[in-house]
């Protein structure tokens, strides 16, 4: 077998492959639009923020019909050419529809756990490998708390094995956030390193650590093709060129309150 010896400069000339999560209603299914030629995977009845723009999308609601969609994605076809970037919206989602199907058909939960972790794992892989295309993954924010107290917000899943394990599949994982202005104008930004609140991670080495919520300056910076913006420069940046952040943008009591809603479930153990 020939073996063909690459470089890691290349990294992202194959595609971006990016995770985002955030609590509800922050802009996670927005940022499809700031994508190149997006086609929307959605499983979730959240695409009004979209209704004023032109963004193909496919609504699926079995692991069958988003396994067509990939089967479509990976083809020869001119459809599947002109899409430049997949965005599955959620895997969160998937999974929690996937866990109710597998409780039904089997009796004890630690099977139906263990199935999801698997087919789970099987999908976010295929569409990850995907070669040639930008893969969008969103998840929807989950809050937990260690034994000593200590609160992080992660990308949620359902059961311990998934929960734990969905930031490994990724380099690239960012939390959307708020921000406020000195005039207490509200704008969204993505947080691209960890801190003691919230996971995210830049195996690229090329983000700052708040970046512009649009994912085509984050490919393009992921990429090589251009740099990322100082933060001295992004609060103003992001404001001029979102203005419709105020109106997406909640207070942050409204922002606990969705998160205290998407608590882990109990699993296997």
Do not use: W
């Not at 995770?19 to 509800?24: C, D, I, M, R």
């Not at 990322?228 to 105020?246: N, P, R």
Request: hydrophobic fraction near 35%; glycine fraction near 6%.
């Amino acid at each position: 077998m020939a073996i063909k010896i690459q470089t890691t400069r290349n990294y992202g000339t194959d595609g971006v492959k990016i995770l985002v999560y955030s609590p509800a209603g922050i802009g996670k299914t927005r940022l499809c639009e700031t994508a190149p030629n997006p086609l929307i995977i959605s499983n979730e009845a959240g695409l009004l923020s979209l209704a004023d723009y032109d963004v193909a999308m496919v609504e699926t609601s079995t692991v069958k019909e988003i396994d067509d969609v990939y089967d479509m994605l990976t083809s020869d076809s001119k459809e599947a050419e002109y899409f430049e970037t997949i965005c599955l919206d959620s895997i969160t989602e998937i999974a929690e529809v996937m866990l109710i199907q597998y409780k039904q058909d089997y009796k004890d939960p630690r099977q139906a756990y263990g199935l999801l972790a698997d087919d789970m794992g099987t999908l976010i892989r295929k569409f990850r490998d995907i070669k040639g295309k930008h893969v969008y993954f969103t998840a929807k924010q989950m809050r937990i708390q260690d034994d000593d107290g200590v609160t992080m917000r992660m990308p949620g899943m359902p059961g311990k094995t998934l929960l734990n394990g969905l930031s490994f599949f990724f380099d690239e994982v960012f939390v959307l956030r708020l921000g406020k202005l000195e005039d207490n104008t509200i704008y969204r930004y993505l947080q691209t390193f960890p801190d003691f609140s919230y996971d995210a991670k830049d195996r690229s080495g090329k983000m700052l650590p708040k970046a512009m919520p649009d994912l085509t300056n984050v490919f393009d910076i992921i990429s090589g093709k251009v740099e990322a913006v100082q933060e001295s420069e992004l609060d103003e940046v992001v404001v001029d060129a979102k203005g419709e952040a105020e109106a997406e943008a909640k207070d942050d009591a409204a922002t606990e309150g969705e998160e205290k809603e998407v608590e882990p479930e109990q699993d296997e153990t």
